[in-house]
């Protein structure tokens, strides 16, 4: 089966400018979760989506929003970008909170570079 | 904040040898799960424990879980240059809210 699959691999932007990050999850997934991993501060929880729902939240500012589509791809969207916002961004999916224990299985993530 | 904490922070070994790294953690948890990740790439889940199980195998790979201390370990037998990777432990809280808290990671470096 395809794995998650995540677009555009890298990007660059500069301070202020508005990016959209694409996931695709594993078919037959709902969930759809959002990772940020930077540099010295490891990985850290964003968002939670499932059936089209944002179930939960990370500890960042508004300006990190996303949606689920029909279809449970993904987006997550940053506005007024910092350069603290560089870092790697991780998509996962599972089955979602009905499926019990599960792993969350990622994709290969987007690199955010903000000069 | 991150949830669980790895030690070491760093493992150098020479190919043959086991691996064994740690993991503390501070909440009650549904389970506990680990990751690899080679440099710059994504994810790879590795191992899940749940909380009521005490201990986990797959391959080459042994999972412990304490939950009256808080803590797992993973072991990796028989370690080869592929295992080379950082490796990261992952709670998912007690309840239904699905996220994972990572800790900060262990670099594992296995040597030819």
């Known amino acids: 089966e395809a794995g998650v699959t995540q677009s555009p691999t890298h990007l660059i932007k500069t301070r202020g400018q508005q990016v959209t990050l694409r996931c695709s999850p594993i078919s037959g997934h709902t969930s759809v979760y959002w990772y940020q991993q930077a540099l010295g501060l490891g990985l850290q929880f964003l968002l939670w989506y499932d059936e089209g729902e944002e179930r939960n939240r990370g500890n960042f500012p508004p300006r990190f929003s996303g949606r689920q589509f029909p279809n449970y791809s993904s987006e997550l969207n940053v506005n007024a970008l910092e350069l603290e916002d560089s870092a790697l961004y991780l998509c996962?999916?599972?089955?979602?909170?009905?499926?019990?224990?599960?792993?969350?299985?990622f994709g290969d993530g987007t690199r955010l570079s903000i000069l | 904040s991150q949830q669980g904490e790895e030690d070491p922070q760093a493992l150098s070994i020479q190919e043959g040898e086991n691996a064994t790294m740690n993991c503390s953690y501070k909440t009650s948890i549904n389970n506990l799960q680990w990751y690899r990740q080679n440099s710059g790439r994504g994810l790879v889940h590795l191992i899940l424990i749940r909380s009521n199980e005490r201990e986990k195998h797959s391959g080459r790979l042994r999972v412990t879980l304490d939950t009256s201390k808080k803590s797992s370990s993973l072991l990796i037998t028989a370690s080869r240059a592929a295992d080379t990777a950082s490796y990261f432990c992952?709670?998912?809280?007690?309840?239904?809210?699905?996220?994972?808290?990572f800790g900060k990671g262990i670099t594992l470096s296995v040597r030819p």
């Open positions: 992952a709670t998912e809280k007690a309840g239904a809210n699905s996220k994972l808290t």
């Open positions: 996962a999916s599972n089955r979602g909170p009905t499926g019990g224990n599960q792993p969350q299985h």
